[in-house]
């Protein structure tokens, strides 16, 4: 038995009653389909990633992110969801999944009425505003009023270099300069668009492309994805 965690959590949300929420790491290797030599591998490492959250029998609800601030609700399990970056549900039962090398994982949570989603925000879905985008779903669609956020890993503002083209996108609060590089934290720009709305957030804390339990895409691209799960217990 491998000492390496399968699963790691925002602290902050783990002991929330009702809900369940990881992150998969290495030690469950790739769940991504996209460029899986091995599909079958992918999804018998989704299953295991769901055991590992204790839902062995869910169905998982995929998204199809497409980089974009889409948001759909989903009320049944199973399926995939595409061209969103965002899923919500109120539902028991429904597990929520979405794949990452780099991107961000949101976690969302609404303790009083169980509301709980789950965010892919990548360049595009932060400039585009995805975070903010499914806050106010919460709030107008379930009268979500009390919102727990939390950042999963994810590439941070020391590693992520982006051209001019990308940085010239996001105020410069986000955007740092190192020896001419310009440095995008997105880590920082989620947060501001969560606090903006009245989330509490928290995070995690870790970077894909500096932390070995996840993969990254600007690290070692090889197609190789984590996982998250967001469900309601
Ligand atoms: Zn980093």
């Given at each position: 038995m491998s000492t390496t965690p399968a699963a790691l959590h925002v602290p902050e949300l783990a002991d929330e009653p009702g809900l369940v929420h990881g992150f998969s790491t290495v030690a469950l290797g790739s769940v991504g389909l996209k460029h899986a030599a091995d599909p079958?591998?992918?999804?018998?490492?989704?299953?295991?990633?769901?055991?590992?959250?204790?839902?062995?029998?869910?169905?998982?609800?995929?998204?199809?992110?497409?980089?974009?601030?889409?948001?759909?609700?989903?009320?049944?399990?199973?399926g995939s969801v595409d061209d969103v970056d965002a899923l919500l549900t109120n539902r028991p039962g429904v597990a929520l999944f979405a794949t990452y090398a780099d991107c961000y994982p949101i976690?969302?949570?609404?303790?009083?009425?169980?509301?709980?989603?789950?965010?892919?925000?990548?360049?595009?879905?932060?400039?585009?505003?995805?975070?903010t985008a499914a806050v106010r779903h919460m709030q107008d669609e379930y009268g979500s009023r009390r919102i727990k956020a939390g950042?999963?890993?994810?590439?941070?503002?020391?590693?992520?270099?982006?051209?001019?083209?990308?940085?010239?996108?996001?105020?410069?609060?986000?955007?740092a300069q190192q020896n001419g590089r310009l440095m995008l934290d997105l880590a920082t720009a989620n947060r501001a668009q969560l606090e903006?709305?009245?989330?509490?957030?928290?995070?995690?804390?870790?970077?894909?492309?500096?932390?070995?339990?996840?993969?990254?895409?600007?690290?070692?691209?090889?197609?190789?994805?984590?996982?998250?799960?967001?469900?309601?217990?």
């Amino acid at each position: 038995m491998s000492t390496t965690p399968a699963a790691l959590h925002v602290p902050e949300l783990a002991d929330e009653p009702g809900l369940v929420h990881g992150f998969s790491t290495v030690a469950l290797g790739s769940v991504g389909l996209k460029h899986a030599a091995d599909p079958d591998a992918a999804l018998a490492a989704r299953r295991a990633f769901a055991g590992v959250l204790g839902l062995d029998s869910a169905e998982l609800t995929t998204m199809g992110s497409v980089h974009g601030a889409s948001v759909a609700r989903v009320d049944k399990p199973g399926g995939s969801v595409d061209d969103v970056d965002a899923l919500l549900t109120n539902r028991p039962g429904v597990a929520l999944f979405a794949t990452y090398a780099d991107c961000y994982p949101i976690v969302l949570w609404d303790p009083e009425l169980k509301v709980a989603g789950l965010v892919h925000a990548g360049w595009r879905g932060t400039r585009a505003g995805v975070a903010t985008a499914a806050v106010r779903h919460m709030q107008d669609e379930y009268g979500s009023r009390r919102i727990k956020a939390g950042i999963g890993p994810g590439i941070c503002g020391r590693c992520y270099e982006v051209g001019e083209e990308v940085a010239s996108q996001f105020d410069g609060r986000f955007v740092a300069q190192q020896n001419g590089r310009l440095m995008l934290d997105l880590a920082t720009a989620n947060r501001a668009q969560l606090e903006d709305m009245g989330a509490s957030v928290f995070d995690i804390g870790i970077c894909t492309k500096e932390h070995y339990l996840f993969p990254s895409h600007r690290r070692h691209p090889d197609g190789t994805r984590f996982g998250a799960i967001v469900a309601l217990r």
